[in-house]
């Protein structure tokens, strides 16, 4: 493959408990045992030995209950932005639950760490093509300046869908998550799954490649990082069949994460930095 003569990713790290947001929803009776904690200061470690600043996206519910973490990350120099309130689907909700929600977060985080959060990221990177530039409005409405939560090739499908879209029209600024497009194929490559599924050194290869865009932006997650998931966090004991399913699901070659972020830090080509320092 091609290589880019100089590679930048922004990385964006979706900071939430999805043992607390099940426990919320009840498919859990208890939280009190989630590993959260570990898995966050295995994290910020990690970013440190790797010399990495990036922007945490912090959830709401969990940061009401954290605090504590969340000034540990600012205080260690990571930009911070908003995961909602409550982890759920923009689609679930109304818009005026939607900007209540991007409200309640946005406050609660500032209030935290006494400066301004003008990011935002959708749980479930739910708030993409789909009406996207209403809910752009109704984060702007709430405050923020700009939203990472829809991949690149989705945005640009945007201008091509709308020819009198522009990018003076957006009503705030967009950064877009990495994906990967080559005819027929087209996928998300931002992290997540496809981190996990494909072999590390290939991922490290096309990121790495003219086969992706520079500048754009990663995800990554706490739980993705350290021991292996014990799928009884977020669900009720009786449900074994289920367990073993997300068992497979969360830690199949979960430690070709780690790699690839290991990879692209080391690369001389490539920079990692917070969302925010680049604009498409």
């Known amino acids: 493959m091609k290589k880019s003569p100089n590679k930048t990713f922004t990385l964006g790290i979706d900071w939430e408990d999805f043992g607390l947001a099940a426990y919320d929803y009840k498919f859990t009776n208890e939280h009190n045992k989630s590993p959260f904690i570990q898995e966050h200061n295995f994290l910020l470690q990690l970013l440190d030995e790797l010399n990495i600043k990036c922007t945490f996206f912090v959830n709401g519910r969990t940061a009401s209950l954290y605090k504590n973490l969340v000034k ?26 939607f ?13 935290i760490i006494q400066y301004p959060v003008e990011g935002y990221r959708s749980p479930y990177l739910s708030v993409s ?26 945005f640009k499908s945007l201008f091509l869908e709308n020819n009198s879209l522009s990018k003076l029209s957006l009503p705030i600024k967009v950064f877009p998550l990495c994906s990967f497009k080559s005819k027929p194929i087209s996928f998300n490559l931002a992290g997540g799954s496809t981190w996990r599924v494909l072999p590390s050194f290939l991922t490290c290869s096309i990121l790495k490649s003219n086969l992706t865009t520079n500048n754009s932006s990663l995800y990554l997650h706490p739980y993705e990082f350290g021991p292996i998931i014990n799928p009884f ?27 690839i972020l290991r990879n692209l830090a080391s690369s001389s080509n490539v920079n990692v930095l917070p969302i925010g320092h680049n604009l498409l």
């Open 129 to 154: 093509k789909a009406n996207y530039i209403e809910n752009l409005n109704i984060l702007k409405k709430a405050g923020y300046t700009y939203d990472s939560s829809i991949s690149y090739h989705k």
């Open 99 to 111: 900007l209540e929600d991007s409200i309640l977060s946005k406050n609660l985080i500032e209030d």
């Open 233 to 259: 966090r977020i669900i009720c004991k009786s449900k074994k069949i289920k367990a073993l399913y997300l068992y497979l699901r969360w830690n199949f070659n979960r430690s070709s994460i780690e790699k």
């Open 72 to 97: 540990d990350i600012f205080n260690l120099g990571h930009s911070i932005g908003s995961h909602g309130f409550k982890h759920v689907q923009r689609s679930t909700i109304s818009s005026n639950d």
